[in-house]
């Protein structure tokens, strides 16, 4: 049963979760990945974060492309270009292999939970990994050029456009998947953890899901999140540039300030210091570490950190591991969502 709850997207999410799969046994951690960026593309499924998430557990990520898997070959990519066919989105020989699975598994009316699950143990993944949902939600980021898929936006045009702002398409009609909610029902349950994923494209998607915000503020255990910022910079990905279209100083403050009377403790990397005073009057308690994952070592030290501190949390004392039934967390008839105190 579930210890410690990861929700996950992109790169340095993927990243975290594999620090937190290195140092945790298997049955005590389950991740569960945002899949707004998910979209069909050449009658496939492509979930991007769920790829990204699933190579990294099974250490066979492409560490110095940043996606995909490592060794790939691009005769696929090659043939299709001769054929006059898209290539904008690159799909290596061995990842095309996970989506024409994927897809095949998909049609036969297996869910995207149940396939994630023979995916990943096909590659070795001793923790549980999950999608948010099994009922499609996607990302649509509204631009000065139209409203665009989230790939189309930031692999097709580069991120180029003026993003205005941001819609998750089908959230209000989803619901969480089965693994998301044993989890976060889970007797065990010690510590959620947000990792440094983009706030808006790759947790609140998560976030957006009925009830779920108003389950994770009923949560009696300590949430951590961990910046992806570090000293005015994304470490990686756009969310500098989302950050700033939407009106946001560059910085973990405004991190905090995303996810006040969510989280409990926010890690900051030791470089933004001077936004400690800034996070406490938030109420949230600044953790200050290297938050650069740059290798194996660096993401259990991470994974270390981020345990330790919510096992230091001082309301672990007044809050036991969580005991309710998820049912009876989550309003089912549009209640207002309650803040969380501490």
């Known amino acids: 049963m579930t210890r410690v709850l990861a929700l996950c997207g992109g790169v340095g999410g993927a990243k975290l979760a594999a620090g937190l799969a290195s140092v945790l046994p298997a049955a005590d951690l389950t991740v569960v990945v945002n899949t707004g960026d998910d979209f069909e593309h050449l009658g496939l499924t492509i979930c991007p974060d769920l790829d990204s998430t699933m190579y990294a557990l099974a250490g066979v990520n ?5 996606w995909g898997r490592r060794g790939e070959s691009w005769d696929f990519m090659s043939a ?9 989105f690159g799909l290596g020989d061995r990842d095309l292999a996970t989506h024409v699975m994927r897809s095949h598994r998909l049609a036969q009316g297996v869910s995207l939970s149940q396939v994630t699950a023979q995916l990943a143990t096909a590659l070795g993944i001793g923790c549980r990994l999950a ?4 009922h499609p ?6 631009t000065d050029e139209g409203p665009l898929g989230f790939q189309d936006y ?7 456009p003026k993003v205005e702002r941001l819609e998750y398409v089908g959230a209000t009609q989803a619901k969480l998947s089965r693994d998301l909610q044993a989890a976060l029902s889970s007797s065990r349950l010690e510590c959620i953890v947000i990792c440094p994923s983009n706030p808006w494209l790759s947790i609140d998607p998560i976030l957006a899901l009925p009830g779920l915000r108003f389950a994770l503020r009923c949560c009696e255990v300590p949430i951590v999140a961990v910046s992806p910022i570090v000293a005015g910079r994304a470490i990686k990905g756009p969310a500098a ?6 009106g946001y100083t560059v910085d973990a403050t405004n991190i905090g300030r995303h996810y006040r009377n969510l989280i409990d403790l926010l890690v900051v990397d030791e470089q933004d210091a001077e936004s400690n005073a800034a996070i406490e009057a938030l109420g949230i308690a600044p953790i200050r570490a290297p938050i650069v994952m740059k290798d194996e070592a660096a993401r259990r030290r991470l994974a270390k950190t981020v345990l330790d501190a919510a096992d230091r949390w001082p309301g672990r004392a007044e809050h036991p591991a969580q005991k309710k039934v998820f049912g009876a967390v989550v309003p089912q008839d549009g209640a207002p969502v309650a803040p969380r105190s501490r």
């Open 241 to 246: 540039d989302i950050m700033r279209a939407l």
């Open 80 to 88: 299709l270009e001769g054929l006059g066919g898209p290539t904008w």
């Open 137 to 142: 939600v996607r990302t649509c980021v509204h």
């Open 131 to 134: 999608p948010m949902s099994d």
């Open 62 to 66: 492409d560490e110095q492309r940043g």
């Open 154 to 160: 930031f692999v097709r045009l580069g991120c180029r």
